[in-house]
């Protein structure tokens, strides 16, 4: 088989967003890739004034724009409420349409005009969207949003339970690299700005998509089992992985999920993915949980026929809002 | 298939590897002229081709096939081909460059024109619009990290090259590994041959690049 040098490169260029977009819209790898760094490029050039603004660089290969796009026209646009922007692949601008430059609207609209749409989150978060699929997430800027070396957390699919625990500790514990507690002190978590799952979601699809050693790519898609199921799969070339992210407890939009059933639920979903699709030979639940921590222990219990024979059993993550001398005293306590 | 029949269907590819060139304004020397023809045979798969010959095999200089230079030698010597010049190399022997006659030209012409080597002559295209992108100075480097060549020069001089194989690290199996990477997980659309030649090229320029990056 291949060396370890050809399996790096193999990777690098399997997982390049270009390379899934090219095969999606059959134009040239190429100018996609140029596409892409050029809409990167924009960002990281306006940073400062992109702060705090969510918008949307959706490529139209059939028309071409007259000006550059400019900052003051994502500016003037977003303040309308016209967050998707739709360019030509020199970043030409057409047109604006009115819109929110959410993730699950963009994998809708894109599934739907097999298209490629780059989301931005202000000047540090990206994602490439196509045909429905996340093929990339990207964070830009420096400071504590940046990823840690790669190598001390490369590991194979089949460490997964290892994977897990690295992903826990590097960016969910004391919310390390994501922000997900609206009320600490009450366990609420945040839906902004695109649902509590998300959050987690995108943090676990970064961690995969950079550290799992023997993928060939990493996607995020919905199943067409319904558009809140989205699932992460890691496509190796010993077959491949579905991912599922659930999360227990209460966030500030006021939903709650509760066990029973949500973990049955999560279980159900990929004993469906992997009854239906035939390339997936492993299935993974992960449920983070801003239950209580009673709860969590005495609530935690799933059904396991709702457990597919090659369904790992599923993580529940249990997420630690107090500081260590907190959770001391707490024991002390019981 | 006899050692003629290996000769002229190398004619075939002199010709159109010299005219793919030469839309590029490139005019291919010995060495050159062994990477570009190793290069169509590779991806001569993409075309629902065969390679021409189960010739190549490694040698001081990468992949060579004899009856290349067979055929370039006839195809001088009946005036299809012309030397535009020639050198004497730090090693001794003589470097030419090959370019087409305007007989050639018009050779060429009529092949590429036959239904039954048209694929042939776009895949020679192909190979010349892909190395010029990543730049004519670079196609011996481009060879050098095709994955066959690659696993194969590690056995030394003479060794055969087979990079249709289905199997091992092979560029049909990397080939594979793109197509079955990219193809949607719903309907099964297939990645058109373009996106894997784009694909394929831009593996070649970067693991040249991983590889030199360490050695320099």
């Given at each position: 088989m291949f060396n370890p040098d050809q399996k790096a490169v193999l990777q690098e260029i399997i997982s390049d967003p270009a390379a899934v977009a090219a095969t999606v819209l059959s134009s040239s790898v190429e100018e996609i890739r140029a596409f892409i760094a050029r809409g990167d490029g924009f960002v990281r050039k306006y940073g400062r004034q992109l702060i705090d603004k969510t918008f949307i660089l959706a490529l139209d290969e059939t028309t071409e724009g007259e000006a550059s796009l400019t900052s003051k026209i994502v500016l003037k646009q977003c303040r309308s409420g016209d967050s998707i922007l739709i360019v030509d692949r020199n970043l030409k601008y057409i047109r604006a349409v009115n819109g929110a430059a959410g993730i699950m609207e963009s994998q809708q609209r894109t599934q739907a005009a097999k298209s490629l749409?780059?989301?931005?989150?202000?000047?540090?978060?990206?994602?490439?969207?196509?045909?429905?699929?996340?093929?990339?997430?990207?964070?830009?800027g420096t400071g504590s949003r940046e990823p840690p070396l790669p190598s001390p957390w490369r590991r194979p699919m089949s460490e997964f339970d290892r994977l897990i625990s690295d992903h826990v500790e590097e960016e969910i514990t004391n919310e390390r690299r994501i922000r997900y507690w609206a009320n600490k002190r009450r366990r609420v978590l945040l839906s902004k700005p695109d649902g509590t799952e998300r959050l987690f979601h995108a943090s676990l699809f970064w961690w995969l998509d950079h550290f799992v050693e023997d993928s060939l790519r990493v996607v995020a898609g919905t199943r067409g089992f319904g558009q809140d199921t989205t699932d992460i799969t890691v496509i190796t070339m010993s077959g491949d992985y579905v991912v599922e992210v659930k999360w227990l407890g209460e966030n500030d939009a006021r939903t709650k999920y509760t066990q029973p059933p949500r973990i049955d639920e999560g279980l159900q979903q990929v004993k469906t993915y992997l009854e239906n699709d035939p390339r997936l030979v492993v299935g993974?639940?992960?449920?983070?949980?801003?239950r209580p921590a009673d709860q969590n222990l005495s609530r935690s219990i799933w059904e396991p026929s709702a457990r597919h024979e090659r369904c790992e059993k599923p993580w529940i993550i249990f997420l630690e809002s107090d500081t260590p001398s907190q959770a001391a005293r707490r024991a002390a306590k019981r | 298939m006899d050692d003629a029949s290996d000769v002229a269907l190398r004619m075939r590819d002199v010709i159109f590897a010299l005219r793919a060139a030469e839309e590029y304004n490139e005019t291919l020397n010995r060495i050159r002229l062994q990477k570009f023809v190793y290069l169509l045979d590779v991806v001569a798969i993409l075309y629902d081709l065969f390679p021409t010959a189960d010739g190549h095999v490694t040698y001081k200089n990468g992949p060579y096939d004899s009856t290349i230079q067979n055929a370039v030698d006839a195809l001088a010597f009946r005036g299809f081909v012309q030397v535009v010049s020639s050198h004497s190399t730090p090693h001794g022997s003589v470097s030419s460059e090959y370019a087409l006659s305007a007989a050639g030209r018009a050779w060429c012409d009529r092949l590429a024109a036959e239904s039954r080597l048209q694929a042939r002559w776009i895949a020679a295209k192909d190979v010349a619009d892909r190395v010029n992108y990543f730049g004519w100075p670079r196609l011996v480097q481009l060879v050098y990290s095709e994955p066959t060549f690659v696993v194969a020069r590690n056995g030394g001089v003479g060794q055969r090259l087979r990079p249709a194989a289905p199997g091992g690290a092979s560029a049909s199996n990397l080939l594979r590994c793109f197509r079955y990477a990219l193809g949607q997980r719903r309907d099964a659309a297939q990645v058109s041959r373009q996106v894997l030649l784009d694909l394929f090229f831009r593996y070649l320029d970067q693991y040249a690049r991983r590889i030199g990056e360490r050695v320099t």
């Open positions: 749409e780059l989301v931005y989150w202000g000047p540090n978060l990206g994602w490439c969207i196509v045909a429905g699929e996340i093929v990339s997430e990207r964070r830009f993974f639940l992960v449920v983070y949980d801003a | -």
